[in-house]
């Protein structure tokens, strides 16, 4: 996986723009030059609520170019719903950038990329990168109904092939969006992020047709850094990012506990023990 080589701290950052793409779902956009210099594909942040009442949450860089870094998110609570009210020149603290994101390395020339729901936002910027180094790109989308398929234009506009998928047939195909990767059956790798459920069915799926699968794990970060151990998740003690401590078991399991945040929240799913 990629490794954060460059230090996180806290940036001050301005928001230059506000957009709500869907009913709850907002689309920030930060003038952050030294986030979006230092943001490699699959990290996050944590952003810190202006009023300081609630506490910092977990959100994928969208994209990063230039000075502007963008953060698109689900307002799902009462940290997403004070972030999503702020307005255009305020500032927003966020910690990052965070975690080990998708490993891009071994020149694929035929990626899939699957994302659901919210899992869209972590996903652009390997896109982007795969497509400038040659790769032909499919993304495979899908939500629960097509008011929440945010974005998929500007994916299309990037280069990828878009495949969509809705719960209720709104759009695209009706059913699930794991359905339409396990037609395809062409690509080289597999990359993911969406609900739990999702990826299960993306490491089957890459399990029978023979490719390996990275997937970017959701979970609900309470400190995002590694320091609080709120997030572990069971992977081989042969994985590069099985963390250096001693075994889950006294007696040699070849299984540790990594930090979803920190070795994380990206992993192999043949690597997984979930």
Known sequence: MTTLDLPSRVHATLVTDRRELAPGVVLLELDAPELAAATLPGQFV??????????ATALGVYEAEMRRASLLFFITGKRTRELAELHVGE?????????NGFDLSGSPRHV????????????????????????????????RTAALLVEAQRFADAGCEVALSTDDGTAGYHGYVTDLLERSRKHD?????????????????????????????EETFACGVGGCWGCVVPIVRTSAQAPSFPPASEGGSDVVNARICKEGPVFWNDELRW
């Open 91 to 99: 500032r927003l603290d966020v910690l990052g950038p965070l975690g």
């Open 189 to 217: 790798v597999v990359l993911a992020c969406g609900p739990s459920p999702m990826l299960r069915a993306v490491a089957r799926v890459a399990a029978q047709i023979g490719v390996r699968a990275q997937l970017s794990l």
């Open 112 to 143: 899939a990329i699957v994302a659901g729901g919210v899992g869209i936002a972590s996903v652009l910027l390997p896109a982007q990168a795969l497509i400038r180094a040659g790769a032909r790109v499919q993304l495979f989308y899908g939500a």
């Open 46 to 55: 944590m952003a810190i609520p202006p009023s300081g009442e609630a506490a």
